[in-house]
């Protein structure tokens, strides 16, 4: 049933969390529909000067180099940022998000969610819009066969071994911890039913769940939803808004393949000795080195002939040049990391980085370094190991090769076209909504 849907895809937080939905969103406009982003304000001239459809949902927060530093450390806090960022600030402002949400879909086809943005399924349920809810990594399943592992409790990745059911005791314990009173009262206001705790199971759609990684990365569980349909990774092409700075092109071309050290969009804003220990630990295995800084506040003096700093570059294009990387575990460097093909040293700072490391370990590809141990010496023996024993390298390239095959963009829109379809048709035919495994 060939149609031009309008689709909206909202969405919340640092760059691994808006290029996914902007991948998907070309694609969808390249097969004739009409995507909209909505997500922070912040985003609007990014999204726009790629040629897609933009509208802003509050929180309106302000560029991260504006931001109070304390607040991005109270954010980026490896124990209390996770409580702090669903308490004070989403959670605060989900009544703003729920309004702007409500007249973003007026028109609207199809919402598509994010597991940060709780207004949307909230909308989901009251509007009765078609609605897909998406998940960027294993951790937002919460899955008692696959623990996930936050950076101040590693031991939990290993309390699987206790069985399902105690672990699944355990996480009741935890997801309870988390108050949500401001959405709870708002959902009783709008008169929704309770669907599970919101940032748990209740931000999944009845209907479809997109994983949107490789099953290479992680395997559908017991207690996933049944709803839920594993993609493979959605890769944005950075480059479409920066090109290759000529001067990293050029050195690239004049040594070999250097050492890229890099925090993402979020972490880089609480790097505090880290680009300077990666200076320090370059030089111990005379190697080269890029620096992604992200901000010019981050840039070291004196960096020598060996080693070069620049705010942003685009991944697909620097990393296959790289020997290896090192960086944070978001999931949408570790996904680049992994389609370079390079072995990769992950340091979590905060949120699900620490179970993407745990992850990527898994495939033999990376090895996992404590932030609170990060210190030129210990970085110079993990890199050490990765670049001499051969097996990291082959597994490296052996994922990347399969991640290659993948597309997890055209994947996700090909699910996305047939939920459409299908719901139109039951929709024709007086019949109940399209679920996955119905």
Known sequence: MAKNWRILLNTF??????????????????RGHSPIIATS???????????????????????????????????????????FLIEEIISSAIRESYEDLVRAVDGADLLVTHPAAPAGPLVGWKTGIRWISTVLAPMSFFSAYDPPVPPYWPWLGN?????????KFVFGAIKKSFRSEAIHNLRREIGVDYYGPP??????????????????FAQPKPDWPPQASVTGFAFYDGSREL???????RFLNDGPPPIVFTLGSSAVWVARDFFHECITATRLLNRRAVLLIGDERNRPPDL????????????QQLLPRACAM????????????????IPTLIVPFAFDQADNGAHAALLGTSRTHARSRYNSHRVATELDTLLRVPSYRT??????????????????CDEIETYLDRASIAELKQEPAYAVGN
């Open 41 to 83: 304000a912040l985003y609007e001239e990014k999204i726009r000067s790629v040629g897609l459809e933009f509208v802003a949902i509050r929180p309106n927060l302000p560029p991260p180099q504006d931001q109070d530093s304390d607040l991005i450390n109270r954010i980026m806090d490896p124990r209390h940022g996770p409580r």
């Open 326 to 341: 090192v960086h944070h575990g978001g999931i949408g460097t570790t996904s680049h990391g992994l389609r370079a093909g």
């Open 159 to 167: 309390i699987s071994l206790l069985g399902p059911r105690v672990t």
């Open 243 to 249: 090109e290759m700075p000529a001067e990293l092109e």
């Open 199 to 216: 940032m748990f199971e209740g931000q999944h759609s009845p209907h479809l769940v997109l994983a949107l990684f490789s099953q290479l």
């Open 395 to 412: 597994n490296a390239e052996a994922v990347a090769g399969e991640l290659h095959e993948e597309n997890g963009t055209v994947r996700a």
């Open 304 to 315: 020598g002939p060996d080693i070069v700093a620049f705010d942003y570059a685009p991944y």
């Open 13 to 30: 937080g640092s760059f691994g969390d808006i290029h996914p939905y902007m991948a998907i969103a070309m694609e969808l406009h390249s």
